[in-house]
Nanobody
Framework: QLQLVESGGGLVQPGGSLRLSCAAS????????IGWFRQAPGKEREGVSC????????HYTDSVKGRFTISRDNAKNTVYLQMNSLKPEDTAVYYC??????????????????????WGKGTLVTVSS
């Protein structure tokens, strides 16, 4: 059974940091591009950051550039999202998702959440004092 499981969410104060993990089971992640998406209450799902299958290409939405870093460890079958300098507007459920067939660009894939093949159930990140 193919599964993606996110972990690492929680409550953090503004300016704090969290590292999210996305672990795969039932398949090997190294053949998949991975995206981190988020959805806040009352808002549409948005692409936060995406990474190519090799890890050589990454994309970040403008609001997180310079604060978030996506990385992957294919040996551990895991993708990470390091989130620093967190802001209240980063509060959302964060999902990781995988896509097998190469999309036009990593950026384009990040802007089209319904292009992803597999999804985790999400992890809640709350940034509040």
């Amino acid at each position: 059974q193919l599964q993606l499981v996110e972990s690492g969410g929680g409550l953090v104060q503004p300016g704090g940091s969290l590292r999210l993990s996305c672990a795969a089971s039932g398949f090997t992640l190294n053949a998949y591009a991975i995206g981190w998406f988020r959805q806040a209450p009352g808002k549409e799902r948005e692409g936060v950051s995406c990474i190519s299958s090799s890890g050589g290409i990454t994309h970040y939405t403008d609001s997180v550039k310079g604060r978030f870093t996506i990385s992957r460890d294919n040996a551990k079958n895991t993708v990470y999202l390091q989130m620093n300098s967190l802001k209240p507007e980063d509060t959302a459920v964060y999902y990781c998702a995988a896509r097998r067939i190469r999309f036009t660009t990593v950026q384009a894939m990040c802007n089209k959440w319904d292009a992803m093949d597999y999804w985790g159930k999400g992890t809640l990140v709350t940034v509040s004092s």
